[in-house]
């Protein structure tokens, strides 16, 4: 069964990743071109259906997969069908933000980034377990300060 749990975990990834750039693309036509599917254009209104019926197809390839048999302390309710509607709730939600709201949050993403990765990578109590975990690693001698090798 290890087997088919990891062909049906991929088959939910790709899906995941389909359905993410699929409502993506939905939700930027539903907030740029609102008054012309208000209006009735035939040809937005086509491509939102068609968005909405592939998104079905893509959640119920989604729904056939099977359920890992591991007992968890907690799952989450109405799966796949919450999830998958929250994430379009909130796509359309940053859909709604305006330039200046994203560039804040970009430069805010970009500190963030340089924190993480020139600070906290290197000082993580799970990166420094690694390290210990590791059959050879190296720790330097305070009387030399020089690094030895420990097996």
């Known amino acids: 069964t290890g087997r088919s749990e990891e062909h049906s975990g991929q088959i939910v990834y790709c899906c995941v990743s389909l359905i993410s750039i699929v409502f993506t693309v939905l939700c930027v036509i539903l ?39 591991v007992r968890l302390s907690f799952k989450v309710p109405a799966l796949p069908l919450l999830p998958i509607f929250s994430v379009f709730v909130n796509l359309y939600l940053m859909m709604q933000l305006d330039a200046g709201t994203w560039a804040r949050f970009g430069v805010w993403m970009l500190i963030g980034f340089a924190i993480y990765f020139g600070y906290g990578i290197r000082n993580s109590v799970e990166g420094q377990n690694r390290i210990k975990a590791s059959p050879i690693y190296h720790k330097a001698d305070p009387t030399t300060l020089k690094e030895t090798s420990v097996v």
Do not use: F, M, N, Y
């Open 31 to 69: 907030s740029l071109k609102l008054t012309a599917l208000v209006d009735g254009h035939s040809g937005w209104i086509l491509t939102c259906v068609i968005l909405v019926v592939i998104s079905a197809v893509i959640t119920v390839v989604i729904w056939r997969q099977p359920e890992s048999e």
